[in-house]
């Protein structure tokens, strides 16, 4: 009866020992959880990234920086894809504006009032300073532009954190990786340029067939037109055309419309009148040339074009 009983109270100690254990993982906090999804992606990786002071990142320098020093209060162009570590949640197309930012750094990815001219005043850079996320990695490990840094961000220092976001496909604590490229305002036009020929060769064309313009514009004219020439910005052209971004998404298009040439971007303004009534002219345009820095629907966007003319 005494050894009955003694395996009785073996059996409950290990019960409740199994319970504390279950209990104990059921409420692992999240900087457990961040820390142990981290560390497996960068062993199942084998990534060479540094820890980022006490912020919970990870950061690994893939292009040194060779542009000037990056400030808070600096406008930029950025270029990035994300994942979740687990790779449920992946963008990763560049041209698309999810993936583009042009603006003050301090107020990179959900700071508030974005853009704001507060990002200059010196009170407010103290507050900037003191900021965790990718910002603060940009700045005090890549520090330089014209370079490309990845970052691995716990969820915790993300604004969805536990919960995700799952109409997004967000899913729970889900950590991030970020592969963000800095550039320089000054390197914008050999960056857009390069990533015209790659869209001329995606499609299958040649660059030979593309006559380039001083400003940076590639255009090839299929249908000269047989009408009146376009002498004067002046003048009200009947068009129809389709806008694209390199990545061949449709952003904009019309079957007819009217528009006073010199109400269009200098793109269309320079382009449009060496074709006639009846013409069609297929060109791609550096965003200086369309809608700047951070104009249109996405930041720095060179951006593709068929137009014709069909009255003038």
């Given at each position: 009866?005494?050894?009955?009983?003694?395996?009785?109270?073996?059996?409950?100690?290990?019960?409740?020992?199994?319970?504390?254990?279950?209990?104990?993982?059921?409420?692992?906090?999240?900087?457990?959880?961040?820390?142990?999804?981290?560390?497996?992606?960068?062993?199942?990786?084998?990534?060479?990234?540094?820890?980022?002071?006490?912020?919970?990142?990870?950061?690994?320098?893939?292009?040194e920086g060779t542009g000037?020093?990056?400030?808070?209060?600096?406008?930029?162009?950025?270029?990035?894809?994300?994942?979740?570590?687990?790779?449920?949640?992946?963008?990763?197309?560049?041209?698309?504006?999810?993936?583009?930012?042009?603006?003050?750094?301090?107020?990179?990815?959900?700071?508030?009032?974005?853009?704001?001219?507060?990002?200059?005043?010196?009170?407010?850079?103290?507050?900037?300073?003191?900021?965790?996320?990718?910002?603060?990695?940009?700045?005090?490990?890549?520090?330089?532009?014209?370079?490309?840094?990845?970052?691995?961000i716990p969820s915790r220092?993300?604004?969805?954190?536990?919960?995700?976001?799952?109409?997004?496909?967000?899913?729970?604590?889900?950590?991030?990786?970020?592969?963000?490229?800095?550039?320089?305002?000054?390197?914008?036009?050999?960056?857009?340029?390069?990533?015209?020929?790659?869209?001329?060769?995606?499609?299958?064309?040649?660059?030979?067939?593309?006559?380039?313009?001083?400003?940076?514009?590639?255009?090839?004219?299929?249908?000269?037109?047989?009408?009146?020439?376009?002498?004067?910005?002046?003048?009200?052209?009947?068009?129809?055309?389709?806008?694209?971004?390199?990545?061949?998404?449709?952003?904009?298009?019309?079957?007819?419309?009217?528009?006073?040439?010199?109400?269009?971007?200098?793109?269309?303004?320079?382009?449009?009148?060496?074709?006639?009534?009846?013409?069609?002219?297929?060109?791609?345009?550096?965003?200086?040339?369309?809608?700047?820095?951070?104009?249109g629907a996405v930041p720095?966007?060179?951006?593709?074009?068929?137009?014709?003319?069909?009255?003038?």
């Amino acid at each position: 009866m005494n050894l009955s009983i003694r395996k009785i109270s073996l059996l409950s100690l290990f019960g409740v020992a199994l319970f504390a254990a279950c209990k104990k993982q059921e409420y692992q906090n999240i900087e457990e959880l961040d820390t142990a999804n981290i560390e497996a992606y960068i062993r199942a990786n084998n990534l060479q990234v540094e820890p980022l002071g006490n912020t919970g990142m990870y950061y690994q320098i893939l292009e040194e920086g060779t542009g000037n020093d990056i400030s808070y209060t600096g406008q930029y162009p950025l270029v990035y894809t994300v994942k979740s570590l687990d790779g449920v949640y992946s963008v990763a197309d560049t041209f698309a504006a999810t993936n583009r930012y042009f603006d003050y750094l301090g107020y990179f990815l959900g700071a508030s009032p974005q853009g704001s001219s507060i990002a200059s005043n010196p009170n407010y850079q103290g507050q900037l300073e003191k900021e965790e996320g990718l910002k603060m990695a940009i700045r005090t490990a890549l520090k330089k532009t014209d370079g490309q840094i990845r970052v691995l961000i716990p969820s915790r220092l993300l604004s969805y954190g536990r919960n995700g976001v799952p109409e997004q496909g967000i899913p729970s604590n889900a950590s991030m990786e970020y592969v963000i490229r800095v550039i320089d305002s000054a390197s914008i036009p050999a960056y857009e340029d390069l990533s015209i020929q790659k869209r001329i060769e995606a499609l299958g064309l040649s660059s030979n067939e593309y006559e380039k313009t001083e400003s940076g514009i590639y255009y090839h004219i299929n249908e000269m037109g047989e009408g009146d020439p376009i002498l004067s910005l002046d003048s009200t052209l009947t068009l129809s055309y389709t806008a694209k971004l390199l990545n061949g998404a449709q952003i904009d298009q019309s079957d007819s419309v009217n528009y006073a040439l010199r109400n269009l971007v200098r793109s269309w303004q320079e382009i449009v009148p060496k074709i006639r009534k009846g013409g069609q002219v297929h060109f791609f345009s550096p965003s200086s040339e369309a809608y700047g820095l951070g104009g249109g629907a996405v930041p720095f966007s060179s951006l593709e074009f068929d137009v014709a003319v069909k009255d003038n």
